[in-house]
């Protein structure tokens, strides 16, 4: 018997311009203890699915026909009331945007206690021990410590990891998980996997698992179902869809997927329109806005940008005294410097600093030791905001969370054309509008997207806008944290051989944070290590991959996901390292 079925499901937005169609005519089913992933490119209407089940489709979504049965019993036309009592109790969500799901003004404590004691009956003191113990399951650092904070205490990674205890905490027959790995480095990813597939196996929890991830599907998934543009393309077991499938966007899309064992000049990046499979030329810059003579001033013959015993704490608690004040070191004395035209990575588990050193480069933090030059300028010495404007026009980031990063209230036009007129790039409302449409275009989005709010858009789509936006100077240093991480892999491949073409182009210097090891060796000429705040082993990336001497960096790739799809073979691309 089945624990979940979807039938003939089609979710409806009416607009202005018409009735957009997000979900139509799919069908799916999960048995108890069974793994469902569902993939697909960002808009091919994953989430929709997962919101339509869970009884949150977003106003004036609604479910235009099918339905939706739990244990054969139809949810989907139930009052709200009665959806509220189905929804954490008996199907948990884990949610694709951690801290827009998470609420700024409760510490994570009294959210899981609250949930807890509503749907169990506990009573505080039990609810509290409960509240902890998932903490540490999914791999919180001093979960008795941490309870007490704050969302916006914690990494992203960490945000994550509590969404997913707030979605167990009930312990739910039904789990609907949206890129519940996508902000988790390999070793806590690996951690949250094994959890997961163990709630199935001891519980019989049935889950659909929302993901780019192909890693992830292949690790955790017992079926596959492949959705593009609101339908269900193909379905069947893992093995078959990985291995051999058969419709061709399922190829495309695997095809696109990147691999830990070869570093490819370019990433085998395939679209597939109205049934063709196609390969889009690299991107030509030189004759582009992007790729106009910029003057940066005098060039030193040391790097571009340089790091020196770089450190910061925050305060854990404010106790009245300073001797019962508790600090975290997130960065202590890293140091690493990096060229002009090279690509930096950092890599490590969430909570490691590698996100605190690039808002210590870019001033979102001040550093409570060491310096950052950048071109022989110590920026930690100039005080004064007018006479950082000029290194914040070449020094550009994209930031991880690409919700909290945008403003709900500007129109995507609006949003990337600020940084052109605040450094007056460009003379006249036509010319900014103009360059503004073609970098939307650049990143995948189309030039209609510039009329559009942010919350009109997916997670992945609002990640492109970000991306758009901190192109949007023409920026000589860019800082990537997890530019892609909320990016399938077909959009992913456009978006990273994007960046390559600007480096190319443009002689552009990167620091490239991600926890994806095998988009680091596709990407970073050296790579960095990171723990606990320290940077434990820097080498040439083909050094770290091939013959890494921390013990840490051994781990690290041991644990990273093989995934074992198709091979590029058969693709018009230029390996540039070995295979491993």
Known sequence: MSLLDVKDLRVEFPARRGLFVAVDGVTLTVRPGEILGVVGESGAGKSTIGNAVIGLLEPPGRIGAGEIRLEGRRIDDLDEAAKRRIRGRRIGMIFQDPLTSLD??????????????????????????????????????DPELRVKQYPHQFSGGMRQRVVIALALCAEPEV????????????????????????????????????????????????????????????????AKILGDPDHAYTRALIGAVPRPDVRLHRFPYVDYIEGIA?????????????????????KTDGPLLAVEGLGIRFPMNNAWLERNRRYLDAVKDVSF????????????????????????????????????????????????????????????????DPFSSLNPRMRVLDIVAEPIRFHRLASGRDEVERIVRDLLDHVGLGAKAAEKFPHEFSGGQRQRICIARALA???????????????????????????????????????????????????????GVMRHGRLLEVAATEDLFERPQHPYTQELLRLMPHFEGLSHDNLDVEAVGGAG
Request: charged share 25%.
């Open 278 to 298: 196609t390969k889009p030329p690299a991107i030509d810059l030189r004759g582009h806005w992007l790729g106009k003579a910029r003057d940066f001033g005098a």
């Open 104 to 141: 700024p003004l409760q510490t994570i404590e009294s959210q899981l206690v609250e949930t807890i004691r509503l749907h169990l009956g506990l009573d505080g003191a039990a609810a509290r021990a409960r509240a902890v113990d998932l903490l540490r399951q999914v791999g919180i650092p």
């Open 473 to 527: 100077t023409r920026p000589r240093f860019l800082v990537c944290d997890e530019p892609t991480s909320a990016l399938d892999v077909s959009i992913q491949a456009q978006i990273l051989n994007l960046l390559k073409d600007l480096q190319e182009e443009l002689r552009l210097t990167m620091l490239f944070i991600s926890h994806d090891l095998p988009v680091i060796r596709q990407m970073c000429d050296r790579v």
């Open 175 to 238: 789990v609907v998980a949206d890129e519940p790995t996508t902000a988790l480095d390999v070793s806590i990813q690996a951690q949250i996997l094994d959890l997961l597939k163990a709630l199935c196996r001891d519980r019989k929890v049935g889950m659909i698992v929302i993901t780019h991830d192909m890693g992830v599907i292949a690790e955790i998934t017992d079926r596959v179902a492949v959705m593009y543009r609101g339908r269900v393309v193909e379905e069947g077991p893992t």
């Open 337 to 400: 410097a990096i060229a002009e035209g090279e690509t930096f990575g950092l890599v490590g588990e969430s909570g490691s600093g590698k996100s605190t050193v690039a808002r210590l480069i870019t001033g979102l933090y001040r550093p409570t030791a060491g310096r950052v030059s950048f071109n022989g300028t110590d920026l930690t010495a100039i005080t004064r905001d007018r006479d950082l404007n000029p290194f914040r026009r070449q020094i550009q980031m994209i930031f991880q």
